[in-house]
């Protein structure tokens, strides 16, 4: 059986930090009010001239060079973003350029906060198939291109950033063979767009647009879905809660991890937390939160890691990794 082994993760985040203080100097909000109904701190912002494919690559060098690789050794390239550089081609085109994996097939994938997720379902589906034996999974975004700053109700929620990791394709038996992806888990349901969008696009008005969400009933839903979704790969894999070491979840609102955490009965020593730091960054939320944890060993070799996210479309996903 041949298995999608992460050999190497790697993130990166704008150097510009935006605090809650930052943003109620513009807009009519507080930091109490963040703070305590979205567990947000900060967030990084993208600089000027600083696009999704420049993030992307800082995460790309930074998992290739855990992985002990050069891009020439990639066969594929996803990179899930909601906000690429240009309408096209895919931004995976450009990391493709710059981290020089001039073999490699590159593509963006768009399942917004699901996208690495989904992103991840994609290049392991190609791994089994035998399509490519080494695959750079990437999650980027400038959801500060895309906010429209006087509206308190969005633009306080997201931030910039970018994480991945590399994928290989590892065949056999023994311990080697029980790592790497186990199950990916993906849905989606048009009907309910109206409740989180872009109001722009080219098709539509040929501008990028800005987000527009219904807050209250998308956190009741995904509270919902979430739990389903790790319910769901808990069960392909014949697992149960308890054999969870790490829960990754998409971070929109510390809220609705301490819910979903509740819901499932996990702890939430168990999840690991960056939306007090990153605010939503949505496809770089859970290869950012991936990286930290990775780097400082919490996430250790062997260690049975259940990814999930839920976002616009909706799209909704869970992953089950032996790390
Ligand atoms: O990653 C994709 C998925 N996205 C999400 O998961 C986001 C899900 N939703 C949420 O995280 C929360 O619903 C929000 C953080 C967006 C909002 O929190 P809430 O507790 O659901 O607040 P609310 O929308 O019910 O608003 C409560 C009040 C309203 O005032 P009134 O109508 O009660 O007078 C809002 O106008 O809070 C007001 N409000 C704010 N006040 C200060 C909304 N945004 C702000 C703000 N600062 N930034």
Redesign the pocket.
Known sequence: MIRSVVQGWGAYLPEKIVTNDDLAKF????DS??RE??GICQRHVAADGEMTSDLATNAARQALERAGIDGLEVDLIVLGTATPDETFPATATRVQEYIGAHRACAFDLQA??SGFIYALAVADNFIRLGQARTALVLGAETFSRILDWSD???C??FGDGAGGVVLRAEEGEGSSADRGVLSTHLHSDGRQHDL?YADGGPSLNQVAGVVR?E??E??RQ?VAKLSQVVDEALEGNGFSVSDIDWLVP?Q??K??LDSTAKKMGIGIDKMVVTVDRHA?T?AASIPLALNEAASDQRIKEGDLVVMEA???GFTWASAALRW
Do not use: K
Request: charged share 15%; proline share 0%.
């Open positions: 807009v009519d909000t507080s009010w963040i109904r979205t917004a906060c308190r109700t969005t306080v929620l989180l969400m807050g209250r998308v956190f995904a998409h929109a609102n809220r609705i939503n949505s839920m976002g616009a």
